[in-house]
């Protein structure tokens, strides 16, 4: 697996959902559910400021009380966002997915935000590899193939 992450990028599309810091919570969750999508990038002026998930919403929303109608997703999102770049390879993407107990890595390129790859991305990528090497295998073994 030692693709570049420009491959899923080419294959699933480059959109990324936003929303500015000012926004609610109530508006980044709506956001959130209209693309269907566990995390969104909270980007101020061009830059990227921070992620707001799923698991952010459990936290330190719903766990700690606040009013989604009434609070910035400032307030709560996750600063520091961990990043990578196009160039980095699957399996290392994996690792970070692993080690850093993430589901959700903005791709940046020379400083500009050009895509978002979440774990099922990674997912989907696998279990499509591993179908057609399985199905390559099998023509190999009946005959419908060539060494």
């Keep these: 697996m030692n693709a570049p992450i420009t491959a899923i990028l080419e294959r699933k599309g480059k959109n990324v959902f936003s929303v500015p ?7 980044a969750v709506a ?5 269907r999508v566990g ?5 101020d002026e061009g830059r990227l400021v921070g992620i707001f998930t799923e698991r952010d919403v459990l936290r330190r929303v ?6 989604a109608s009434r609070t910035s997703v400032a307030d709560v999102m996750t600063t520091g966002v961990i990043t990578i770049t ?3 390879s699957i399996e290392e993407t994996m690792v970070l997915f692993t080690e850093k107990r993430c589901r959700h890595l903005p791709v940046i390129d020379g400083g500009k935000l050009v ?3 979440s774990i099922g ?5 696998m279990a499509d590899a ?11 073994i009946t005959g419908g193939l060539s060494a």
């Design 130 to 140: 591993h179908r057609a090497e399985a199905e390559h295998l099998k023509n190999y």
């Design 21 to 27: 810091p000012a926004s609610t919570i109530a508006d």
């Design 86 to 88: 196009p160039d980095a």
């Design 62 to 67: 719903v766990g700690a009380g606040v009013d």
């Design 31 to 35: 956001e959130m559910n209209r693309h």
């Design 39 to 43: 995390a969104i990038l909270v980007i």
């Design 115 to 117: 895509g978002a790859i």
């Design 121 to 125: 991305d990674i997912t989907r990528w």
